[in-house]
Every structure is written in structure tokens, then in C-alpha cells.
């Protein structure tokens, strides 16, 4: 699959789609609280989705059954909002959502603390969403993917924490996902040329102990091989002559 890169126009009509989307993470952020579960979470995302008249991203995509991923402690990627699974105090979950706006994606992914938390689970947190600020910085037009994953990883790994290595960024823009991958490792100076234009989702999983994962029999879930918490934050982000621009923010 070639890489489209984007217009001007195009890149706005993202912007709107993700402008929709900051609002509904907000709003999920916002129900978050020690008793709620993941599906109290899963319909506020969806109610803000309808009333800002954009539609769920996720829902349907390869079979997926909400509009929102909710990954709790040791989950890393894809947990399924349930009824029967409530937040409490000290728990972090990791919300990501996307959402379509006249034919444009968005993707966008954040990590709450529930009440008070761990030091070490506030570390993880800070760690990974300054991570996700670092690989956006990298994110230039003349540089390489290698540089993103690599400003990523050099700085997850500067803290002992570790990266995942089974999921990864992509482009985005017509479709969810799109060509290129984007991993949260590399080398500098290697792989594919960043051109202006190129609209990608730069989404650092980072793991408090070992990077490994897998999935549970849901399927989707997928979780730390050694139990210890994980943090995801994601953007989608322009490539232009000016920069970087965030526009999920
Ligand atoms: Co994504």
C-alpha cells in the first residue's frame, strides 16, 4: 500500500475530526472515577461521538465490538469496555478512541490515573506521555521513521522502562490505518524519508517491566508477559514545512 501523503485541506478536515475527538476523550476522562466501569466509559464516549456528529472509528473495524479501547494496569492494547469491570482507586486505564468525520480519521489515546496512584505508576504515566512528545519532535520532514522510534525509545529506556514492540503507529488520514507502521524503536537516521504531507498516528505502549505482551482468549486484550502496569498515549500528527503539528490535541 503506497502513502498518501496529504494536502492542506486535507490535513484540516483531520483537524476537525480530531478537534470531535479531544472532546470525547475529555469527556471520558472526565467519568473516570474509582466504582465506574469501562462500559459507563464506553457510553459517554459514544453519546459525545453522536452529538458532535462524527462517527466511531473502531466499532466494526475488523470485528471490534465498541467505540473505545479501556486497558487497565496490566493491559496494554484493545481491552474490551465491559459491565462487569469497574475502576478502583489506584488502577490506571489506558482510553483510546478514533473517530470518522465526513470520510477523515483521527486516533488519539491517553492513560488516567484513577484517584490516587503508585509513584511508580505516576512515573510510567509521565514517562510515556513525554515519550509520545519526543517522537512527535522527530516527526520532520527530511528526518526518518527510525528518528521517531528511536527519540521514543531512547527515552522510555533511559527511565528502565520498556517499549512494546508487537504494536505500533501508522498513517492515518482516509482510513484508519494506513501505511507507514510507525514502531516506537529504531535507529536514527534509518528507515523511510518523512516528507511533508504525511499525516501519522504516534502511539508509544510502554511497559513498566518487560516489553512483552500477549493476548488474551478475548482475542484482543492484550497484556504484560510479566503483570507489571502499562502506559499508552497516542497523537495524530502532521508532517508540514512549519513542523509537526498535533492534531488530536
Ligand atoms: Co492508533
Known amino acids: 500500500m503506497a502513502i498518501v501523503c496529504k494536502s492542506a485541506g486535507e490535513i484540516e478536515k483531520i483537524r476537525r475530526s480530531g478537534r470531535i475527538l479531544r472532546q ?41 465490538p465498541c467505540v473505545l479501547c479501556t486497558s487497565i494496569n496490566q493491559e496494554v ?34 492513560t488516567v490515573p484513577v484517584g490516587r496512584i503508585s509513584e511508580e505508576a505516576q512515573k510510567l504515566v509521565d514517562v510515556t506521555q513525554a515519550s509520545l512528545y519526543k517522537g512527535i519532535e522527530a516527526a520532520r520532514a527530511g528526518k526518518r521513521l527510525g528518528d521517531i522510534g528511536a527519540a521514543v525509545q531512547e527515552y522510555v529506556e533511559s527511565f528502565g522502562f520498556s517499549v512494546v514492540r508487537e504494536f505500533v503507529g501508522h498513517g492515518i488520514g482516509t482510513k484508519l490505518h494506513e501505511d507507514p507502521q510507525v514502531p516506537n524503536y529504531g535507529t536514527r537516521d534509518h528507515g523511510l524519508k518523512l516528507r511533508e504531507g504525511m499525516v ?24 504484560t508477559e510479566d ?17 509537526p503539528v498535533i492534531l488530536t490535541d
Open 24 to 64: 470525547v476523550l475529555d469527556a471520558v476522562t472526565a467519568a473516570v472515577a474509582p466504582g465506574v466501569s469501562t462500559m459507563d466509559l464506553e457510553r459517554a464516549a459514544e453519546k459525545k461521538i453522536r452529538e458532535l456528529g462524527a462517527k466511531p472509528a473502531f466499532k466494526g473495524y475488523y470485528d471490534y
Open 77 to 110: 492494547v484493545h481491552g474490551i469496555p465491559s459491565e462487569s469491570r469497574k475502576l478502583a482507586e489506584g488502577d490506571i486505564v489506558s482510553v483510546d478512541c478514533g473517530v470518522v468525520l465526513e470520510g477523515y480519521y483521527s486516533d488519539s489515546a491517553l
Open 200 to 223: 501519522l498516528a504516534i502511539e508509544p505502549m510502554v511497559n513498566a517491566g518487560v516489553p512483552g505482551v500477549r493476548v488474551l482468549d478475548d482475542k484482543w486484550t492484550a497484556v
Open 227 to 243: 503483570g507489571r502496569p502499562s502506559a499508552h498515549f497516542e497523537h495524530s500528527v502532521a508532517i508540514t514545512k512549519d513542523g
